[in-house]
């Protein structure tokens, strides 16, 4: 649909602005005729801030009891060994080394220790080759 009717009044020279001309070739791709050739305005709706209570679906139907069973003894459990393996680490601090994490965090750090050796071995060899 073509926003520009062919008749054109004399008195109209807003409509013919080279701003609002502009405008147009700008958003040709849209098919609604701008807001000046609106005949009536439209009105704005504002979007609601908090959704209306009574429309949110209501959850009647919570876990059942052996589902909150299981998964408070898979908690107690999972706690029980943290407090375990923490009371190892405080007993014998050498367990740190063979951990997950610090596994973990060494196969991260492989490029990073490989560069960091190549440099002390090369700072050594510079050192010796100097003295």
């Not at 073509?2 to 147009?24: T, V």
């Not at 005949?39 to 589902?67: F, I």
């Not at 750090?109 to 700072?123: A, D």
């Amino acid at each position: 649909m073509m926003w520009y009717q062919g008749e054109e009044d004399e008195d109209d020279d807003l409509m013919c602005s080279p701003a609002i001309l502009a405008r147009r070739a700008s958003e040709s791709w849209i098919n609604v005729p701008p807001v000046e050739m609106l005949s009536t305005p439209q009105t704005l709706q504002r979007k609601k801030s908090l959704p209306d209570v009574g429309a949110l679906p209501r959850a009647d139907a919570g876990m059942s009891r052996e589902e909150v069973s299981a998964l408070g003894s898979a908690r107690r459990e999972e706690v029980r060994r943290m407090h375990e393996e923490t009371e190892k680490l405080r007993a014998n601090p050498l367990l740190y080394l063979v951990s997950p994490q610090v596994k973990d965090w060494f196969s991260r750090q492989q490029l990073v220790i490989l560069v960091l050796f190549i440099n002390i071995s090369l700072g050594i060899m510079f050192f010796k080759l100097l003295t």
